[in-house]
């Protein structure tokens, strides 16, 4: 009977943890969010993200509550001797949180680590040379986003994007797209979405958007949307929210459909920020 009496108290104990845990979780990250956000800090966001003063100050308040908790609960590793600097923290983490600012409380909660390189990386990948050969490469890397908990970042590359932001390349938005897509477990471009019917819109526009570029592709076709989106729908997915924040009015202008779907999904409009 007592044994009995204390397997219910230890259950009764874990399922209590499981429901206070994300109550306590959203307490102390509303509390992170209410500190004061240093001066020198939004200093370096404004150089180094150009929509920063274009943003609304609703959208900017939010924008650096998220900062303040992505910096609180991510590591940052520097790799082949970089010194990691309040900067590149700061200028990651504010193109990362462009991401979040639709508030759906997670903060890619798979990741734990950002590992920053100096520039361009190698490494070695197994490639399929026929049915029943593989063979190993080297091959140079701008940026990778692991489904288990770590990314990777050139900073050269990060530098780079900041000084072109219309360009519709960015590492940053690109490898956490990556992170939104495997949340739940598999990187095929569709993120965890608000409610089950938006999955069947999502797969009726992204299957239609997706098939259009490979068409364009194929045939040496211009596209806003770049070619490597046209490699995997879950590159798609990564590349085309890279368009929608750095090219939002060709976006527009040419996929009326896909801006509006990631202008859902995101909760943001960016051609308001470039108009």
């Not at 308040?61 to 609180?72: A, N, S, T």
Request: hydrophobic letters at 40%.
């Amino acid at each position: 009977m007592g044994a009995t009496i204390i397997i219910f108290l230890i259950l009764g104990l874990i399922v209590t943890a499981i429901l206070i845990s994300p109550l306590l979780t959203k307490q102390r990250r509303n509390q992170i969010k209410r500190r004061a956000f240093p001066p020198f800090w939004q200093e370096i966001i404004a150089n180094n993200l150009p929509i920063y003063h274009r943003l609304t100050t609703d959208e900017r308040r939010r924008l650096q509550g998220h900062i303040q908790v992505f910096l609180v609960e991510k590591q940052f590793i520097g790799c082949q001797g970089l010194q990691v600097t309040a900067e590149m923290k700061l200028t990651i983490a504010a193109f990362a949180c462009l991401l979040l600012l639709n508030e759906r409380e997670e903060y890619f909660p798979k990741l734990r680590s950002i590992l920053i390189y100096p520039s361009t990386y190698v490494v070695n990948e197994t490639v399929a040379t026929g049915d029943y050969f593989l063979a190993e490469k080297r091959v140079a890397k701008l940026g990778e986003s692991w489904s288990r908990d770590q990314l990777i970042l050139s900073w050269a590359q990060v530098q780079e994007d900041t000084q072109h932001w219309n360009d519709g390349h960015n590492v940053v938005l690109h490898e956490f797209a990556h992170q939104l897509d495997q949340e739940d477990g598999k990187a095929e471009g569709v993120p965890i979405l608000p409610q089950k019917s938006d999955y069947a819109i999502w797969a009726q526009v992204m299957t239609a958007e997706y098939q259009r570029l490979c068409h364009d592709v194929e045939n040496g076709f211009h596209a806003v949307i770049d070619s490597y989106g046209a490699t995997h729908p879950a590159e798609f997915f990564a590349v085309a929210t890279e368009t929608f924040f750095e090219k939002p009015l060709e976006l527009l202008q040419q996929h009326p459909a896909l801006y509006e779907l990631l202008q859902r999904y995101y909760q943001v409009n960016p051609r308001q920020w470039v108009e």
